[in-house]
């Protein structure tokens, strides 16, 4: 089953408004979570490492205060996209890991945002 | 991270191996060889990965050559169900799991 999750699955908003993507880690804890953005018919492009307990790491272009990144605990990390427009649409994956070893990667289902 | 090349697309027939290649001739010592696959609409799923031996788990096998220069993961009797984009993604390892940079990956499709 699943181990990474995604809320909401898609969600379709106003242009100028926000909206809040939640990742959790289903049985395991994690100290990191990743963000990426992927456009139709493109790959993954990672936007950002979110750090429990501490500030994210944004990857060069991605602006920090339109994409924000809050792991408030170890089983939960939030990214709100800010005053969001339509070429914010995109499907928005998390991932974490959970066993530190292998460093395999578990990825959420994604996330759609539709901004009208 | 190293770079990665892989083949834009590859067919395969149904029940068929499918041989997927990659070459990432600047991979460092302590960087890890990751194959993950993203089924249309769907998020990336972790097939395998190596350092310097062969791998075999129950989805796939990799098959890394001596001088980790390339890869191939195979698909020992590929079913439909395993159409989906194929990423080969080289990156060293992290205490807090692996920071992964996606390249283009290789469209596998596989006919009945």
């Known amino acids: 089953g699943a181990v990474v999750s995604q809320h909401p699955s898609r969600v379709i908003c106003k242009s100028g408004t926000s909206v809040k993507i939640e990742c959790r880690s289903l049985?395991?804890?994690?100290?990191?979570m990743f963000w990426y953005r992927q456009f139709p018919k493109q790959s993954l492009m990672l936007m950002a490492t979110?750090?429990?307990?501490?500030?994210?790491?944004?990857e060069q272009g991605v602006e920090k205060d339109k994409f924000l990144i809050n792991h408030a605990s170890l089983t939960l990390s939030t990214l709100t996209v800010t005053s969001a427009h339509p070429e914010d649409s995109s499907f928005y994956i998390c991932?974490?890991?959970?066993?530190?070893?292998?460093?395999?990667?578990?990825f959420g289902e994604g996330s759609r945002l539709t901004v009208l | 991270d190293a770079k990665t090349t892989q083949p834009t697309s590859m067919d395969c027939a149904e029940g068929r191996a499918a041989n997927l290649p990659c070459n990432h001739s600047t991979i460092s010592g302590n960087e890890y060889v990751y194959w993950y696959r993203q089924i249309h609409s769907q998020g990336p799923q972790y097939i395998i990965h190596?350092?310097?031996n062969n791998e075999t788990n129950e989805m796939a096998s990799l098959i890394i050559t001596e001088d980790r220069k390339s890869s191939t993961l195979i698909l020992p009797h590929a079913t439909l169900r395993d159409t989906a984009v194929y990423y080969c993604?080289?990156?060293?390892?992290?205490?807090?799991?692996?920071?992964?940079?996606f390249g283009e990956g290789t469209q596998l499709t596989v006919n009945p």
């Open positions: 991932s974490a890991s959970r066993d530190r070893v292998s460093g395999e990667l578990f």
């Open positions: 190596g350092l310097k």
């Open positions: 049985d395991f804890q994690a100290t990191t």
């Open positions: 993604i080289v990156s060293g390892r992290g205490t807090s799991g692996s920071r992964l940079t």
């Open positions: 979110s750090n429990e307990g501490s500030k994210a790491t944004y």
